[in-house]
């Protein structure tokens, strides 16, 4: 039973095109998030959702959009996809009344040619 | 918080031998510091973690100490193994759910 999921594993694509990246949690956790993680391994928040509600906005390119349908589900809709937005990104969920224990999905790596 | 330091980079390790990570940040309201471990092309999972109302917590080979008023806090392996390998990141937050990691530090455990 996978915990938090993440579709696709791998994405290739070239600049300019526009894609999304689905996640899903089955704990039953209210936040969930969004990390960008470099090619130098640095581990980087850029979203965060609370109940569906917008809690972190980090400082990212307004072209990253992400969505919450409902508390167990997070995509992340990338438009103009650039050479810079090459990277694994990861999701993560969080029950926020049960301490601050963070549950991260498989990754999806992202290449922009 | 804001920034978290983490030293070493990288640490080469003899197996058997301990490893020591050290983190140091800047918010003085950080409350909450996790420990996670990233295999090669796996995802961060959750080793450790410490509160801090408690300087010091053991998990078997594994062990966090915390100095608050220094603000820095360390991950001690011990008797380490092969598969201890991988990138360990340090972690904090005030409180706010939003975590803010350290650089990693790739942990090599050599035969």
């Known amino acids: 039973d996978t915990a938090v999921s993440q579709t696709p594993k791998y994405l290739v694509t070239q600049m300019g095109n526009d894609k999304s990246i689905k996640c899903e949690q089955n704990?039953?956790?209210?936040?969930m998030y969004w990390y960008k993680q470099d090619s130098k391994k640095f581990l980087k928040i850029m979203f965060s959702?609370?109940?569906?509600?917008?809690?972190i906005n980090e400082t990212v390119p307004n072209r990253f959009s992400p969505k919450s349908p409902d508390k167990a589900h997070l995509n992340l809709h990338i438009n103009s996809l650039e050479l810079g937005d090459s990277a694994v990104y990861f999701c993560?969920?969080?029950?926020?009344?049960?301490?601050?224990?963070?549950?991260f999905g498989p990754g999806t790596r992202l290449t922009v040619t | 918080g804001e920034n978290v330091e983490q030293h070493p980079s990288t640490l080469s390790v003899q197996e058997g031998d301990s490893a020591v990570i050290k983190c140091t940040y800047s918010?003085?309201?950080?409350?909450?510091f996790p420990w996670y471990k990233q295999e090669l092309g796996k995802r961060p999972q959750l080793i450790i973690d410490?509160?801090?109302?408690?300087g010091e917590k053991k998990d078997q080979r594994i062990a966090v100490t915390l100095n608050k008023t220094a603000k820095h806090f360390s991950l001690h392996i011990t008797e380490t193994q092969p598969e201890d390998s991988a990138v360990y990141f340090c972690?904090?937050?005030?409180?706010?759910?939003?975590?803010?990691f350290g650089t990693g530090t790739q942990l090599k455990v050599e035969l």
């Open positions: 704990l039953g956790h209210d936040t």
């Open positions: 959702y609370n109940n569906k509600e917008l809690i």
């Open positions: 918010d003085s309201a950080s409350n909450y």
């Open positions: 972690a904090e937050t005030g409180g706010g759910n939003k975590l803010t």
């Open positions: 410490i509160r801090s109302n408690v």
């Open positions: 993560a969920s969080s029950q926020r009344d049960r301490g601050f224990e963070q549950y």
